[in-house]
């Protein structure tokens, strides 16, 4: 079914998951320009929406289907008639149109969620998949709470929905319970033990309640999965989604895994500002690829590394993402070599002992203003001999 083996597509719930944080609902045009900043970026599936949810939901698929050209457009729904419907109505203008639909696996959402039988599910979920398949040819069925499920029943569900036509499976850790090698191990089962699993295309969508989203994620991918889902930033409900340029960095970083995706990598950084202001979602400064610190180096022995070889304390060039620049930031931790850097910087040329009494009085400066900028450091230069 794969062209390429190694390819691993980009499944993006920025609008539909993303979206569900309180306070960050967004505007069908505010949908529309993030979904083309989306399609720009390289992204191959856009979750546009839960159109049965409300007419504003409803309404944002069918702009963002007429909205783009490339990406698929997928529309969620639960596993009947109704909701299906409603999604095959709005997708009517969508170029590359995907039904996104599901049903609990575990045996939790089972007996505590819809109060039902593993058989009578097995039979909702079947029959959800050949109702959508009648409208649209392009199926992805999701098997909510996978990761508690019992893998037997779960490899028994993925079977018979792509049976059914289902083009896409996908096996969540709806509530980021799963380590790692649980998850990747509930992947590789289904890669080896469903019979008619070469049919469809194995996706990951992890959640972050014990901050495994990421590695949950990329384990999947190590043991067969080739789509993965998730958000910019990882916003999302609770502790957030699979942040997206985290999986594409480390995929891109990690030649060794011998997989690539089709995402142009210097956007990364755009869109993520955008996405933050758009949704009043601030970025934490120490977030992985797009935080403001991501490429800030403020430790004496780190500065002094970077300053040598910036391959000493980076792994990414902050331009590989589209981020402004490294940054050198002058603290009470910072060494002689990022003083003399800066001061060179300002056209300053010190030998070692000028550098040395500079350095002394830096530090008590450093001690008591948090932030040293330029000014600061002409300060420091007042009446000091140097050589211009």
């Known amino acids: 079914m794969l062209h390429d083996p190694n390819r691993v597509y980009v ?7 993303g979206e569900q944080v309180p306070g960050c609902q967004l505007t069908t045009p505010e949908k529309i320009e993030i ?15 839960f159109p049965i949810s409300s007419p504003g939901d409803f309404q944002s698929v069918v702009e963002i289907s007429k909205a783009v050209k490339e990406p698929t457009v997928c529309a969620l729904t639960r596993a009947n008639k109704g909701d299906i419907d409603s999604a095959i109505a709005a997708l009517q203008y969508a170029k590359h149109p995907r039904i996104h639909t599901g049903i609990g696996s575990s045996d939790m959402h089972i007996k505590h969620k819809f109060n039902s039988t593993r058989e009578e599910i097995l039979e909702r979920a079947v029959e959800a998949v050949k109702y959508a398949k009648r409208a649209v040819e392009d199926i992805e069925f999701y098997a909510e709470d996978a990761g508690r499920a019992d893998i037997h029943f779960l490899a028994k569900m993925v079977e018979s929905v792509i049976a059914a036509g289902a083009t896409v499976v996908n096996i969540p850790d709806t509530n980021g319970y799963c380590l790692p090698d649980q998850y990747g191990s509930k992947i590789r089962f289904l890669k080896e033990n469903v019979k008619n ?6 996706s990951v969508h992890c959640h972050n309640d014990l901050g495994l989203a990421t590695a949950n994620s990329i384990a999947g991918l190590q043991n067969g999965a080739r789509q ?3 958000t910019i930033n990882g916003i999302g409900e609770r502790a957030g989604n699979t942040s997206i340029e985290e ?11 011998g ?3 089709n995402i142009k990598s210097p956007m990364i950084y755009e869109i993520s500002r955008m996405v933050s202001s758009m949704m009043r979602m601030p970025v934490q400064p120490n977030k992985a690829i797009v ?16 300053l040598k070889n910036r391959e000493n304390y980076e792994i990414i060039r902050p331009e590989d993402v589209g981020f402004p620049s490294a940054t050198i930031v002058l603290t009470a931790r910072s060494g002689r070599h990022a003083l003399k850097f800066h001061l060179e910087r300002l056209g300053y040329k010190l030998d070692k002992d000028e550098l040395a009494e500079v350095y ?14 330029d000014e600061d450091l002409h300060g420091l230069m007042i009446n000091q001999p140097v050589k211009q």
């Open 11 to 17: 499944f993006d719930t920025t609008l539909r998951d």
């Open 291 to 306: 935080g403001g610190n991501a490429f800030a180096h403020s430790s004496g022995i780190h500065q002094d590394g970077f």
């Open 197 to 202: 699993i070469d049919k469809a295309i194995i």
């Open 228 to 230: 993965v889902e998730g």
């Open 259 to 261: 997989l690539h995706t």
């Open 35 to 49: 979904a083309r900043e989306l399609e720009a970026l390289g992204v191959d599936i856009i979750e546009a929406g």
């Open 360 to 373: 002394q009085r830096f530090l008590v400066l450093a001690d008591h203003k948090l932030d040293i900028n």
């Open 247 to 257: 999986v594409v960095m480390i995929l891109k970083t990690h030649h060794s895994l």
